[in-house]
Structures are given as structure tokens and as C-alpha cells.
């Protein structure tokens, strides 16, 4: 046998030496490999519980905005009936089935449907018209709808509506013949109209012009919207993200759909009311939509509690997120998120609950109370 004349330092490595260190360097990529797909499966589900928390600050601050300005009337009083409506508003509105100038100008809480804090609770189908949201598939069944009227907080330039004054024709202001205002006399009258202000029997007195605003909030099974279409299985890449939606009159007389806050899966709004007239009772009782147009008690309302479930969804499969979402405290809706079985619901018993396998989704809740300060001070 020859041997080799290369010192043994020299020879390099053997085959079996070489298999032996990529088997060894294959387990290591391996291992690193499986340890950057767990971190960042990791930091995709803490990014989404984070813009989860997010979107609940989110829908709490706009909801609550919108409920605080309910019934505002540039310093006039809903109570004293002295809030009227011009026909020029209700004519320039573009309808969306029953969603119509009547319904959009309904500022009296007389009227069924009206007034600046009006509110349906969930059910199986869209408890108002389905034409106002682009089709029944555009509603999360079991959700509630609440509709909120009001004047702009900003008053309109040049400040006083004098003679003459037009808003919607006025060099100062972008607006429409067809956008919708507010003409008030601090705690005298107000009235609703579009184009040339109407006349007012009240001399001497300033008049100050307002936009005005009527927003209906209700939950969409999807997230993407796009005008004259509907929801599908197919949307949001097949996995259909429920989303909190706000249909409003727009400054040309239309009435447009648009999302407010994504990952919304489960609304609930609560009214808090007072009866008594003598002002002795001081805490308000909580009553459902319901129960609260059965008794005709809409201008009585002076609270609305809201509570929100919200849903990550990025999907976590480390262990099942098993919880139960008990929303306000009238018993309305009510669900469990099973392990590896089908959600347990109570109350909004047409809700389906986000993703193919709930129990691999985190979800939170949030409650929270708005004073309608405009009620309280009628």
C-alpha cells in the first residue's frame, strides 16, 4: 500500500467528517430557522393584540364623539320643540331605500326613528332598511345599529347669518346647494334647510349657521368597501374582517358608507333613562332599544353605555384562547369561544364569531359610558 507523502494536517477532511458536519450545520439551520418563524409568528400576534387595543381606543373615541354631540342645536333646546325643518333639507337628500331625507332630517325624538339619539337592537337581519347599506350581506346579523343627529360644533363664517347670508353659495365656505344646515337663534328657534336660509320671524336677533350631521353606525362582516358592492367569503383574502361602518350625509345630499375601525366583531349600546320628573331620580336606568322605543322614552335618554369585542386577525395556535364575552349588563349578547368546538352564544344568537377556528384568534373587550350632555342640559 502507497502511503500518502502529505503530513496527516495536510489531508483535509475525510467524507465521513464532511457528512458528519453538514448533518450538524443542517440542525443548526434548522434550529435558527424554526426560532426566527416562532419570533416573528410571535411579533405578528403582539403587533396585532396592540392595534387590537388600538382600534378599541379608536371606535371609543369616534362613537363617543358622536354621542356627545348628539342633539346639538347651536344653543337651542330640542325639549321646547322648537327645532323645525324647512323642506329645501329633506328635498336635496339623495335616498338609499327608507335612508331619505325624512329619515335624515327626523330630528324630532317624536318621530319613530328620530330624534338625536335613536337605536336598534341586533338581530338576524338588518333591523332597518338593507338598501341604506348596499345589501344584506353588508351586515353582521345579531349587531345593533345606532344613529346619532346633530349640528357641526364649528359655526359656519361670516360668523352672525344676516340677511341674505347663503352658506352653501358663500365665497368663504367649499359647500353645495345640496348640503344640509342648521340655522340657529341661541335659545330661541333653529331650523334645518339647504340653500338660501329661510326667513325668520325673529328681528334683531343673530343667526348662526351650522353644518349639519346625522351618522348611523352598524358592524359589516368585511373590511374592504368599495360603493355598490357587497360583502363575500372571498374578502379580506377569504378571511372576511368585521368592521365597524358609519353610513353619513354627505355635503352634496348624498349618504355614504365608510369603515370607521376595523376588527370589530361584536357591538352592544345600552340607554340610560330618566322618568322622573321630579329630577329626584339621579341615576339613570338602563334599558335596550328595544324596550326604550316600546315606551316611547328616546328624549328621555341621557346615557348610552357601549361595549365592543375586538378580534386580532393574525392567528395564534399555541394555545386556544377560550373566553366569555358577557356585553353590557341587560343580558343582550352573550358568547363563549369554545376549545376546538363551535362558539356557545347567548342573546345575539345570529353572531358568528371571526375566523374558521375561533378558538385561535385574541380577542378583548371594552366598555365605556358617554354622558349625552346635550340631553341632560334639555
Request: aromatic share 8%; net charge negative; glycine share 8%.
Amino acid at each position: 500500500m502507497r502511503r500518502s507523502l502529505l503530513p496527516a494536517a495536510a489531508r483535509g477532511f475525510s467524507l465521513i467528517e464532511m457528512m458528519v458536519a453538514l448533518v450538524l450545520g443542517a440542525i443548526v439551520v434548522a434550529g435558527m430557522v424554526s426560532l426566527f418563524s416562532s419570533s416573528r409568528q410571535s411579533y405578528q400576534v403582539q403587533s396585532g393584540d396592540n392595534l387590537l387595543q388600538q382600534n378599541l381606543r379608536f371606535a371609543e373615541d369616534r362613537l363617543g364623539w358622536s354621542l356627545r354631540m348628539a342633539d346639538f342645536w347651536g344653543g337651542d333646546s330640542i325639549s321646547a320643540n322648537n327645532l323645525t325643518v324647512d323642506s329645501t333639507a329633506s328635498n336635496v337628500v339623495t335616498a338609499l331605500g327608507k335612508c331619505n331625507g325624512a329619515w335624515a332630517t327626523a330630528v324630532n325624538p317624536a318621530t319613530t326613528g328620530g330624534g338625536g339619539v335613536y337605536g336598534y337592537d341586533g338581530a338576524s337581519a338588518f333591523p332597518f332598511d338593507t338598501t341604506c347599506i348596499g345589501g344584506s350581506a353588508n351586515y353582521a346579523p345579531g349587531s345593533p345599529v345606532l344613529v346619532v343627529r346633530y349640528a357641526d360644533p364649528q359655526m359656519l363664517p361670516p360668523g352672525p347669518a344676516v340677511s341674505g347670508f347663503a352658506p352653501a353659495e358663500s365665497s368663504t365656505i367649499s359647500g353645495s346647494p345640496s348640503q344640509v344646515f342648521v340655522l340657529s337663534v341661541p335659545a330661541s328657534s333653529a331650523q334645518l334647510f339647504a340653500g338660501t336660509p329661510p326667513s325668520t320671524n325673529s328681528p334683531g336677533l343673530h343667526r348662526y349657521a351650522y353644518a349639519y350631521h346625522v351618522d348611523m353606525y352598524y358592524l359589516q362582516p368585511c373590511d374592504v368597501y368599495v360603493s355598490g358592492s357587497t360583502c363575500s367569503a372571498s374578502a379580506d383574502g377569504g378571511h372576511p374582517l368585521p368592521t365597524l361602518m358609519r353610513l353619513s350625509l354627505q355635503s352634496d345630499g348624498t349618504l355614504k358608507s365608510e369603515p370607521v375601525v376595523d376588527g370589530i366583531e361584536q357591538l352592544d349600546f345600552e340607554y340610560g333613562v330618566v322618568v322622573d320628573p321630579s329630577g329626584a331620580q339621579l341615576t339613570p336606568t338602563y334599558k335596550s332599544a328595544t324596550d326604550v322605543t316600546s315606551a316611547n322614552l328616546w328624549s328621555k335618554v341621557i346615557s348610552v353605555r357601549v361595549s365592543m369585542v375586538a378580534v386580532n386577525p393574525n392567528r395564534d395556535i399555541k394555545v386556544p384562547h377560550v373566553q366569555t364575552f358577557a356585553l353590557g349588563t341587560l343580558g343582550n349578547c352573550t358568547y363563549t369561544i369554545n376549545n376546538a368546538s363551535n362558539p356557545t352564544v347567548t342573546g345575539c344568537t345570529s353572531l358568528v364569531p371571526y375566523g374558521d377556528n375561533p378558538w385561535q384568534y385574541t380577542r378583548a373587550m371594552q366598555s365605556f359610558v358617554v354622558q349625552l350632555r346635550n340631553q341632560i342640559r334639555s
